[in-house]
C-alpha cells in the first residue's frame, strides 16, 4: 500500500524577523538533544547540541532553549534570512537500556523565510 | 571544513538485486552510522559502528543488510536483495567520539529507488 508521510508543521516569517521552532522530546532520560537543518536534497547539517545539565546555549544568531519539566526543545533563529529556509528536526539520544549511539529525530518543521 | 561524502548520489535497482552505498566518514572520527529516510517522513536509524564492529542495530537492520568498513577510509552499506520498500535516502554519518559525547555529522546521502 501507499505510505502517508507525515504533515510537516510550517512556520512563514518574514526576513529579518526572529524564529522559534518547538520540539517535544519523549525520553525524560534523554541526555543530549541537537538540533539540525536540513535543505532540500541534502543530509542533516548539524547546528547546535545542549546537554540536559543545561537549559540554554547559544550559537551564532541561533539559541537553544530546554525545559526538561515538560520536555521540550526550543530552537530561535535571530534575523532571519532566506537561506535559512529548510526543514529543522531536534534530534535527542535517547538514554535508555545503555543506548548511547543512536539519534532519535522529531518530524520536522519546514521554515520558510519570505523575502 | 570536513564532510562526510556520499556515492552514488542515486542508486537505480532491479528488485531482488543487491546493492552497495559508500561512504567516506570524516577522516579522524571513530563512531559510523547509517540513517535511511523515506520520502516525507523522519529520519531513521539503522545501525551504529565502532571498532569493526556493529555497537546497537534498529529493528530496520535485518539480515537482508550489512555494515563493513573494508579500509581505513571507507564505510559500506550493503543490502543483499532489495524490496521495494527499501526505496529511500540512505544517510551516513560518522562522529568522533560516542554520539552522545559529540555530534554526528551527514553525508548529502544516497536516493535509491528499488524498480
Known amino acids: 500500500g501507499e505510505s502517508v508521510g507525515l504533515h510537516l508543521p510550517t512556520l512563514s516569517v518574514q526576513e529579518g524577523d526572529n524564529s522559534i521552532i518547538n520540539c517535544a522530546y519523549s525520553n525524560s532520560a534523554s541526555d543530549y538533544f541537537i538540533w539540525y537543518k536540513q535543505e532540500s536534497g541534502k543530509g542533516p547539517q548539524f547546528i547546535i547540541d545542549i546537554r540536559s545539565n543545561m537549559d540554554k546555549r547559544q550559537g551564532q544568531r541561533v539559541t537553544v532553549l530546554l525545559n526538561k519539566t515538560v520536555k521540550h526543545l526550543s530552537l530561535q533563529i535571530a534575523a532571519t534570512q532566506p537561506g535559512d529556509s529548510a526543514v529543522y528536526f531536534c534530534?535527542?539520544?535517547?538514554?535508555?537500556?545503555?543506548?548511547?549511539?543512536?539519534?532519535?529525530f522529531g518530524k520536522g518543521t519546514l521554515l520558510t523565510v519570505n523575502p | 571544513e570536513p564532510e562526510v561524502t556520499q556515492t552514488p548520489s542515486h542508486q537505480v535497482t532491479q528488485m531482488g538485486q543487491e546493492v552497495i552505498l559508500r561512504c567516506v566518514p570524516i577522516s579522524n572520527h571513530l563512531y559510523f552510522y547509517w540513517y535511511r529516510q523515506i520520502l516525507g517522513q523522519k529520519v531513521e536509524f539503522l545501525v551504529s559502528?565502532?571498532?569493526?564492529?556493529?555497537?546497537?542495530k534498529s529493528e530496520i537492520f535485518d539480515d537482508q543488510f550489512s555494515v563493513e568498513r573494508p579500509d581505513g577510509s571507507n564505510f559500506t552499506l550493503k543490502i543483499r536483495s532489495t524490496k521495494l520498500e527499501d526505496s529511500a535516502m540512505y544517510f551516513c554519518?560518522?562522529?568522533?567520539?560516542?554520539?552522545?559525547?559529540?555530534?554526528?555529522?551527514f553525508g548529502d546521502g544516497t536516493r535509491l529507488s528499488i524498480l
Open positions: 554519518a560518522s562522529s568522533g567520539q560516542g554520539a552522545d559525547n559529540q555530534p554526528q555529522h
Open positions: 534530534a535527542e539520544i535517547p538514554n535508555s537500556g545503555g543506548s548511547n549511539y543512536k539519534l532519535t
Open positions: 559502528f565502532y571498532n569493526n564492529e556493529i555497537s546497537e
